[in-house]
């Protein structure tokens, strides 16, 4: 299993109760994954009660039927399927230096490695002290740390309301709220049902929750620039049109010393691409997401996705997704038949099919429409790493008609940095997408690297020596 | 007075002994399970480096080690993920300076 977020945890869980010999693997030093942000392995003295998922997994490792790598990363992968257990992924630890490398060898592997925030750019979002609402909830729930003493929360999404609150209730003088999308917007597509009252039940309470603090909420508003002397001091908000663009003379401007934004939430495709899934627009929101079947096998035999990976679907579609992931890779395994896959996963699907519901009523509320470029300046940075700005992503399509994102990583820089393009592959798909009049026809390129995360040259060098490994995936290491 | 974003019990954690890393030639406050990037925020720290073309400041951004922008240099190991590595007391983190050629 790879991630141990809400859906990796119930995937070993099942698989380990059918008798697979399952290995968790996850960045993070503690499993929870990013809903169940627990603290800090060390952090915390007191004898607090990890959610109910971290337990379990907790107690299933005590029990030696899982064995989970905290604090590890898979940094290639490859598939051979002349050898019994095909999958063949490259360990590394997080720390960057050569500790905890390993090569370890899968019949079956079942991905879910989760989601990242959609970040956008806009003038100064660069500074420190602008970070994006996830990481402000990471910091608060994995750190006990607030991210500043007065900020702003922003972007788009039904996740900019729970972070706001924990931030208000952190004691985080939370100025406002901005939602780029209208009131009116929201309120037309809210999945006001009785089959989803649970969630709808958890809405009201964080806009309670809000209210009581006296925390404004803007819809129809955007954060559309952030100034500062070395880290953010004040941010400009402005009013929106329908397309996000920003309206004259509107602007106003907030003193903060933090602004979380984030913009929803995009699969991280990198290592089922390496595996050899197959990949599309998803299409709620045309982010690249892994193609799963009804047993979430994916089009790479004996490789299974589940949770964010598949499609944003929350944290118990996340769930119910990983577990039946799980039971398919069992089934695959041979540990158990397809009556008692039939029996366990009957549940399981239909609470999939009411979270997965739920999840595109949802997306019906929040569109993105690209005026949100109009808040640009030409010297926007739109690749973090790189630093490359909106002026030169712009004239590599109009001037050197690179109009896909292949040809414009490699005129601009852009995707090339650290991140590899996960922090900019939108602006970037975006910005082509106005200057040439289409969308690239490759939207997954910036998102697919053979090399996951920066490691150092020894460590593929460690891989290229071993005698075991076939030639063809040293070779191709060592012309990267 | 220097800030303290931390939150303390009920709401945070029941943190064990401070320590202290150096940060530059600072000395930084740390509690045993912090990361190196949490710690300099709960002192009021955000500049953890600057970029190599501007030399722009940059801190935490993404917090889950996705965007590679809160990188130091920690007892001579050079680009480590502040949000990612744990503060040890005695730590000698040195903000990047990305015009510089190392």
Same mark, same amino acid.
């Given at each position: 299993m790879v991630g141990a977020g809400p859906a990796g945890m119930a995937a070993a869980a099942q698989a380990a109760t059918a008798g697979c010999e399952v290995t968790v693997i996850d960045t993070?030093?503690?499993?929870?994954?990013q809903y169940h942000r627990?603290?800090?392995?060390?952090?915390?003295? +007191?004898a607090a009660h990890p959610p109910e998922p971290v337990a379990a997994l907790n107690a299933l490792v005590a029990a030696g039927r899982v064995t989970l790598r905290s604090?590890?990363?898979?940094?290639t992968a490859g598939v051979?399927?002349?050898?019994?257990?095909?999958f063949r992924l490259h360990l590394t630890g997080?720390?960057? +230096?050569?500790?905890g490398s390993a090569t370890i060898r899968a019949r079956a592997v079942v991905l879910a490695t989760g989601a990242t925030d959609r970040v956008l750019p806009f003038?100064?979002?660069?500074?420190?002290?602008?970070?994006?609402a996830g990481g402000a909830q990471a910091l608060l729930?994995?750190?006990?740390?607030?991210?500043?003493?007065r900020a702003v929360v922003g972007g788009s999404g039904a996740f900019l309301l729970p972070v706001a609150a924990d931030l208000a209730a952190a004691?985080?003088?939370?100025r406002e709220v901005v939602e780029a999308q209208g009131l009116r917007c929201l309120m037309r597509h809210l999945p006001a049902s009785w089959r989803h009252r649970a969630r709808l039940f958890e809405g009201g309470q964080l806009a309670w929750r809000l209210a009581r603090r006296r925390v404004p909420f803007h819809a129809? +508003?955007?954060?559309?620039a952030a100034a500062g002397d070395?880290?953010?001091e004040q941010v400009t908000i402005s009013r929106l049109d329908r397309s996000w663009g920003p309206l004259p003379g509107t602007d106003r401007t907030v003193a903060v010393d933090a602004a979380c934004i984030s913009f929803g939430f995009v699969p991280q495709i990198g290592l089922a691409a390496l595996l050899g899934c197959g990949v599309e627009p998803e299409p709620l929101w045309d982010d690249p997401a892994v193609i799963v079947d009804h047993r979430q096998a994916?089009? +790479?035999?004996?490789v299974f996705a589940g949770g964010?990976?598949?499609?944003?679907?929350g944290s118990d579609g996340a769930a119910a997704e990983g577990a039946i992931a799980g039971l398919a890779a069992a089934v695959a395994l041979g540990r158990i038949d397809e009556a008692a896959f039939a029996a366990r996963t009957r549940a399981l699907r239909k609470l999939r099919a009411v979270h997965r519901a739920f999840a595109t009523a949802l997306a019906a509320m929040y569109r993105r429409p690209?005026?949100?470029?109009?808040?640009?300046?030409?010297?926007?940075?739109?690749?973090r790493c790189e630093e490359v700005s909106f002026a030169t992503v712009r004239e590599a399509v109009t001037?050197?008609?690179?109009?896909?994102l292949r040809s414009v990583k490699l005129t601009t820089?852009?995707?090339?940095?650290?991140c590899q393009g996960r922090m900019c592959r939108d602006a970037v798909a975006a910005i082509v997408t106005r200057a040439a009049g289409r969308a690239p026809r490759d939207t997954p390129a910036l998102s697919?690297?053979?090399?996951l995360t920066p490691v150092p040259l020894a460590r593929i060098a460690e891989v290229a020596d071993d005698?075991?490994?076939?030639?063809h995936v040293s070779g191709r290491c060592a012309r990267r | 007075m220097p800030p303290d974003q931390r939150l303390s019990p009920p709401a945070g954690p029941e943190r064990g002994p401070v320590f202290t890393f150096l940060f530059a030639d600072v000395q930084v406050h740390a509690h045993a399970g912090e990361t190196i990037g949490a710690a300099l925020l709960a002192d009021g720290?955000?500049?953890l480096r600057s970029t190599r073309f501007a030399g722009r400041p940059r801190g935490l951004f993404?917090?889950?080690?996705?965007?590679?922008?809160c990188l130091v240099t920690v007892n001579g190991v050079p680009n480590l993920r502040a949000c990612l590595t744990p503060a040890a007391p005695g730590d000698r983190v040195q903000p990047q300076d990305g015009r510089r050629v190392a």
């Open positions: 993070y030093p503690a499993p929870g994954g627990t603290v800090a392995p060390g952090l915390d003295r +007191s604090g590890t990363t898979i940094w051979d399927r002349e050898v019994a257990a095909p997080v720390g960057g +230096s050569l500790t003038p100064g979002w660069d500074l420190p002290g602008v970070v994006t729930k994995g750190q006990g740390i607030r991210v500043g003493d004691g985080c003088d939370v129809r +508003s955007a954060v559309t070395g880290r953010v994916t089009t +790479s035999p004996g964010e990976l598949t499609g944003v679907t690209d005026g949100w470029l109009d808040w640009l300046t030409d010297d926007t940075v739109v690749c001037a050197l008609e690179a109009t896909d820089r852009c995707g090339m940095g650290y697919l690297t053979p090399v005698p075991d490994e076939p030639r | 720290i955000t500049a993404c917090g889950i080690g996705s965007c590679f922008d």
